[in-house]
Structures are given as structure tokens and as C-alpha cells.
């Protein structure tokens, strides 16, 4: 496994509805999106930041969406869909994927930034793609094959004053 080293060119993608529920049900905080960076990027290259939302209609949703731009972060959103039987679903794995692999070719690490074990396999293939995999999520939410498949972890748990609001 390559070490961190300043010359690495890093993509981080978050994955804004995990880490909101995750933040939210464990310690009833909201994410810093600022530290949330600093800590992805470790002082290497940033190439690329992407927060991945959902449109879910809330008044405050725009200026979070503002503020994300502002820190660094280009958004990417997806409107929330409400099926005939009441039930909605809104999600970005296939998106988060695609351009995972579509930036694998211009960056040395890839940092996701979740708890959702439906990436294992994004991992898996990142790795064998030549790039480095870590990811930032909260220990306890965050999927045992997820962990086990990047190349390194960090349990944002241990990082609250870093990462929480």
C-alpha cells in the first residue's frame, strides 16, 4: 500500500445523505463539510470534490448547497422521487461509482467519504485500478466490508471536533 505523501492527487467524494444520517442519529450534529475536507485531503493535491445530495424541498437546502460550494465542494444533485405508494427513494451509488472510476485515471487516492458497504466492490476495483482507497465514515455505522476494502479507515467518531458541528 503507497503512504500518504504531499505530491498524491486526491478525489473525495461525499456522500452527503449517509454522512447526514449517520452524524445525525449518532451524536444529533450536523457534518463540518470544511473539516470534513481538510481531513479527506491531508494536505496532498486536491484534483476534485464532490458532495453527492438529495433536493428533498427543505427551506434551508440552498444555502447548504451554496455553503458546500463555497467550502470547496462541487454538488451534485438528485431530486427525491415519491412513488404512486407514498414511499421515496433518492440515491447516488450508481453516480458516486461512475465517477470514482472516471476520476481513478487522474488522481492517485480516492476518498470516500460514507459508511454505505454497497462501495466495497467500488473499492475492490479502485485498488486493483492502481488507486489508493480510504475512507472517512462513523465507526459504528459504517459497514464492516466497507472498512475491510479500502486501503485505510478513519473512524470519524474519533475525529468529532474535527468533523461535527
Not at 467524494?13 to 470544511?34: E, F, R
Not at 476495483?125 to 455505522?141: C, I
Not at 485505510?152 to 467518531?157: A, E, G, K, N, Q
Amino acid at each position: 500500500m503507497v503512504e500518504i505523501h504531499d505530491a498524491q492527487r486526491v478525489a473525495v467524494l461525499a456522500d452527503a445523505q449517509n454522512l447526514y444520517h449517520s452524524s445525525h442519529s449518532l451524536y444529533s450534529q450536523n457534518i463540518d463539510y470544511s473539516g470534513l475536507l481538510e481531513e479527506a485531503v491531508r494536505g496532498r493535491e486536491l484534483v476534485r470534490a464532490i458532495s453527492y445530495v438529495i433536493r428533498a424541498d427543505s427551506p434551508q437546502e440552498e444555502s447548504f448547497f451554496e455553503a458546500l460550494r463555497d467550502i470547496g465542494f462541487e454538488t451534485k444533485i438528485k431530486d427525491i422521487k415519491t412513488f404512486g405508494d407514498g414511499s421515496k427513494k433518492a440515491d447516488w451509488d450508481v453516480g458516486i461509482s461512475l465517477d470514482a472510476v472516471t476520476l481513478a485515471e487522474k488522481v492517485d487516492a480516492v476518498v470516500l467519504c460514507t459508511g454505505d458497504g454497497d462501495f466495497s466492490r467500488l473499492c475492490h476495483h479502485l485498488r486493483h485500478e492502481g488507486v489508493r482507497v480510504e475512507v472517512l465514515g462513523f465507526g459504528s455505522s459504517t459497514a464492516d466490508e466497507l472498512i475491510e476494502a479500502a486501503d485505510t479507515f478513519t473512524d470519524l467518531s474519533e475525529r468529532q471536533e474535527d468533523v461535527l458541528l
